[in-house]
């Protein structure tokens, strides 16, 4: 397929802010964004970024990431941008988020496939802990925190709710000490 040249994302772009205040205006409860990359078809792969721009758009309609893959983030700096999204909505954002299950996006970011579960569940520990705790400290098999501050906090106390999105039986029993599942 033909890559979308900057004029057919800027107004694919502008048409998914439209469709997001459309939603509201109607009446829709929320709006849900997914995360894909290197896809011909993908005009706007950062749900981070979506997520932002709506919210500065939009006043009362939820916006739920359905489902960022955190495993190719920092998770601070992912948890940092996601409490400014909250911010920016005064507590609209759900985070939705999923190990990933795409080996071209593992590729594409340099992350391994493999012990991505494990590397998943402290990326998600890190980001709950540096929302809920002043000051937060994590040793694991992949990262190494020494009291650090994230500031500003999401909106939401003591988080945003945090739903996970899973096919499998494992991934599945993992949405169970969340707060959802997609």
């Known amino acids: 397929q033909k890559i979308p040249d900057r004029r057919e994302v800027s107004a694919a772009a502008e ?3 439209e469709e997001a ?3 509201e205006r109607v009446g829709f409860d ?3 964004l997914a995360e894909r990359h290197a896809r011909t078809e993908t005009f706007f792969p950062s ?6 721009a ?4 939009t ?6 990431t359905t489902v960022i893959q955190p495993t190719y983030y920092h998770p601070v700096h992912l948890a940092e941008q996601l409490a400014l999204i909250d911010q920016l909505s005064k507590g ?3 985070f939705g988020a999923g190990v990933g299950y795409h080996p071209d996006y593992f590729n594409l970011f340099g992350v391994p496939l493999k012990r991505s579960g494990k590397r998943f569940e402290e990326t998600m520990e890190i980001i709950e802990g540096a929302w809920t705790q002043e000051r937060f400290s994590f040793k694991g098999e992949f990262f190494d925190f020494q009291d650090i ?3 500003p906090k999401p909106y939401q106390q003591p988080r945003p709710p945090i739903w996970i999105g899973a096919f499998y039986d494992k991934a599945i029993e993992r949405a169970l000490q969340w707060d959802g599942w997609v």
């Open 21 to 23: 205040q459309t939603a």
């Open 30 to 32: 929320g709006v849900w």
């Open 54 to 57: 709506i919210a500065a758009r």
């Open 92 to 94: 609209r954002l759900i």
């Open 149 to 151: 501050l994230l500031t």
């Open 15 to 17: 048409q998914l802010l």
């Open 47 to 52: 749900p981070v970024v979506l997520a932002a």
């Open 59 to 64: 006043s009362g309609i939820e916006i739920a």
